[in-house]
């Protein structure tokens, strides 16, 4: 059942077509004026507005740029007693989903209802789309609606706020500096820095050195005082990446200052104290290094007062639309392209892969297929070899992904092309499968320049 408007200054046309709607299950209101119309839209939502578009005061063309500036998924369908071919173009342009010729029969109305109505629902799950990447954009991009997802954010906003050590686990290319990230910005100290060392990343010999900083002349090539990590840290938050590399001299003075919140540089003989809380996180299995002693015991449970364990996105596929939209969107800016959608066929086979890579190596396929595609859609040639190879397996998800600047123009474009891929180009064909008419699909295809 669908919330239906429809506008018309003629009481018997708008009652007719209120019953017909009636009789198709659909929660139907009428309207005399484009003004009445407006009054009733800014209290209700509604699916889809029926619009005359010759209506004294008001007329249906300015309705319809009324209600399509509202950003809403409303779709609107314009009506006329009149054969006017110029009115019918300025509403296509300006946003109108199709245009009925009065006098038209019930089988044309419901046909372009129902058309108009699956429309809506493809429009209102890409709004749903953007505004969940918009939302998650501006919180440190961290994107996701599944339940595994869903956990983990939940945890999040739940310990963010507190002083408490947290380990963040999970496999490579999950998200984890992400998630540290976050957890800084939803804390009281998101105004103090957010100091970030990866220790796979350094030699055993400077590790110390960068953790702790060092005193002039302390070394060899230590020309001048340099302060470390934990200093810069001071007040606000110290992200150690990869944790289970810290060599175990250095996991001894960690510790020290996890317990007392004090240490020396380097060739200093001068207690600091520090304030920084502390993130950690790891994609090695700690218990199993604590047992092969490769990793201080007393170290692990410091470090691991607070758990939180990413899952890798083979467990949230769910989420890979929404990370493809997120994706499409920004590879799409900093390439100065237009990609307007991703095929089913894409979305089935990115759903059906195992991901080792994990979220890091989604964002690199995307990236590579924007700078490769040669048209506005990606395709399946634009993926690499190995998940071209791919053969979806039956109930992977049948859609094609959107990013979230997606126009309603895009969305309809993109559904003309693939079913005409779909029907090998035969118009007919393609016309019944979108449930529009054949002089309705040239019209379609000569305004989209799909000829």
Not at 116 to 144: C, M, P, W, Y
Not at 273 to 287: E, F, H, P, W, Y
Not at 390 to 402: A, D, E, R, S
């Amino acid at each position: 059942m669908a919330a239906i408007l429809v506008v018309d200054d003629e009481r018997n046309t708008r009652d007719s077509i209120a019953v017909i709607l009636r009789r198709e299950s659909h929660d139907v209101t009428t309207a005399a004026s484009g003004e009445f119309a407006l009054d009733y839209l800014a209290t209700h939502e509604v699916d889809l507005v029926l619009s005359d578009v010759m209506m004294p005061g008001m007329d249906g063309l300015t309705l319809l740029r009324r209600v399509k500036s509202r950003n809403t998924g409303t779709v609107v369908v314009m009506m006329s007693g009149h054969n006017d071919v110029t009115a019918a173009v300025v509403a296509m342009k300006e946003g109108a989903f199709d245009y009925l010729v009065k006098p038209f029969g019930k089988n044309d109305l419901l046909q372009s209802v129902q058309k108009a109505l699956t429309l809506r629902s493809v429009l209102v799950e890409n709004l749903a789309l953007k505004r969940q990447v918009e939302d998650q954009f501006a919180g440190a991009h961290v994107i996701g609606s599944s339940p595994a997802w869903r956990r983990v954010c939940d945890t999040v906003e739940q310990v963010a706020p507190s002083r408490s050590t947290i380990l963040i686990t999970g496999e490579s290319g999950t998200g984890k500096e992400l998630i540290a990230q976050l957890l800084h910005r939803l804390s009281p100290r998101a105004e103090q820095a957010f100091v970030t060392l990866n220790a796979a990343a350094l030699p055993e010999s400077l590790v110390e050195a960068e953790l702790f900083g060092y005193e002039k002349g302390a070394f060899t090539g230590a020309t001048q005082r340099k302060p470390g990590r934990f200093e810069l840290a001071d007040n606000g938050t110290l992200f150690l990446d990869e944790v289970g590399d810290l060599p175990l001299p250095a996991q001894a003075k960690f510790l020290r200052v996890l317990q007392e919140g004090t240490f020396e540089r380097i060739g200093g003989t001068r207690t600091l104290k520090v304030d920084a809380r502390i993130l950690a996180a790891t994609n090695r299995n700690l218990a199993q290094d604590v047992v092969e002693r490769r990793f201080r015991e007393d170290l692990y449970y410091r470090i691991n007062v607070i758990a939180i364990a990413l899952p890798p996105l083979r467990e949230r596929r769910e989420d890979i639309p929404l990370l493809l939209a997120h994706f499409l969107q920004h590879y799409t800016e900093q390439n100065g392209k237009t990609i307007n959608a991703a095929q089913q066929e894409v979305v089935q086979r990115l759903s059906a892969y195992h991901w080792p890579g994990n979220v890091r190596e989604l964002e690199n396929i995307i990236e590579r297929a924007v700078v490769l595609a040669p048209g506005n859609t990606i395709e399946v040639s634009d993926l690499p070899p190995h998940l071209q190879a791919i053969k979806p397996q039956p109930g992977m998800p049948h859609q094609f992904v959107f990013p979230p600047k997606a126009t309603l123009e895009d969305i309809e474009r993109e559904a003309i092309v693939q079913a005409l891929q779909q029907h090998h180009g035969n118009r007919q064909a393609t016309a019944r499968r979108l449930g529009i008419s054949l002089a309705t699909l040239y019209r379609k295809l000569k305004t989209y320049n799909l000829s």
